[in-house]
């Protein structure tokens, strides 16, 4: 982009198209040490990241200010043509079926394609989750600059920000990183385990959000909106209900998530491998449904000022919360099954969660006698050849993760 700038008159259609958001933020290098981090914090069951104080997550409204896409539309679903073209010599593919929405420029900003990222970073991030995982594809660069909003103890320095773009737009362009630690999976981590409420940015929108493009506020009515989400094959479903303190309402403990089980599996292993020419809305129609309805499924609570939770939220949190570890680690490995057992009971004892050290702290960071969730590492050096993580030091994360390893990002 630097080389070869875009023309007065492709940016003129790019924004007829929806996307000048886009445009408008730019590429951003991604820190894999900190995706990897959030990715091992990650809950396919419901979509939200597991921190020490409930739960968070990448929601509608995120998708919408910090990259000013569309999401309050049409979904992104039709006719598989299961065809992809090739744009360059770095293995990225670009699906065909996607022309079929750009031949009508500015009927394209008609649709959800905002909802379509959340969708596949969802979808991506509960693949990353598997024990055989050993990348994450998808709008990962999306979930950096939401982490950096949140967690700003991650976050590099930004120079002063004009407000006429989309928030993301702050992170372009150099950035300083003297004063925060980054790509260290071993420091995302003591971090993450620091985290408190109080410390965590749940609105880090109020103050601005009036300042940014009305692009960043588009789809206002939905950021709230229990629906599901849609983009071809993939169906992933976004639960606000969760994470009412991103809204600025109380937290209560949240209903049972309708979907079953087996629906919720089926809806996980569902791919486009040999589905040429299916027709994803029909395929999809009780879903599609939900989404037509989606103004009418908005979760209400009550306004605070601060930040508030039921006084059996965090009980009730953590026993789900040690139960879908067991879930989300299921292993044959007893040294992993150990370690997610020992972090299950360090978690009950809610108190204990602000002891933990940082890497601000003067304090050794003990990090041995943490679990041991990434197998992916494992699996990858068996494969190079080299030695497991466990006989490669005295640690049992292993050199390949203190320096900043972890799960590949594939584009």
Known sequence: MKDHPVSGRVEGLIHAAGFSGILQTGYKYVDHALITALVERWRPETHTFHLPFGETTVTLQDVNVLWGLPIDGLPISGADTGCTIFPDNANSLIDVKFLDFLVDLPACSGYSWGGAVLALLYKNLCNATAPNAIAITGPVALLQVWAWERFRCFAPAVARFQYNAPLAARWKGSLTCTDVSTHCLRTYRSQLQSMTEATFNWRPYDDILGRLPDICRSGMGIWRSCCPLLCYSVVENHYPQRV?????????????????????????????????????????????SQWEARHQNLVRGELITSVGVANDYMSWYMEHTSETMGLIHRSEDVDVIHGAAYRALEMSNVPQYTQYPTHLSQEP???????????????????????????????SWGPNFETGGGIRIRW
């Open 244 to 288: 009412m303190r991103q809204f600025g309402m109380f937290q209560y403990i949240p209903n049972p998530i309708a979907i079953d089980h087996n629906e919720h599996a089926r809806l996980h292993s569902m791919n486009r491998s040999g589905k040429t020419g299916w027709n994803w809305l029909s395929r999809h129609a009780p879903y599609v």
């Open 365 to 395: 960071v003990d990090l041995v006698s943490y679990p041991r969730t990434q197998r992916v590492g494992r699996h990858r050096r068996r494969a190079r050849g080299g030695t497991n993580v466990e006989e490669a030091g005295t640690s």
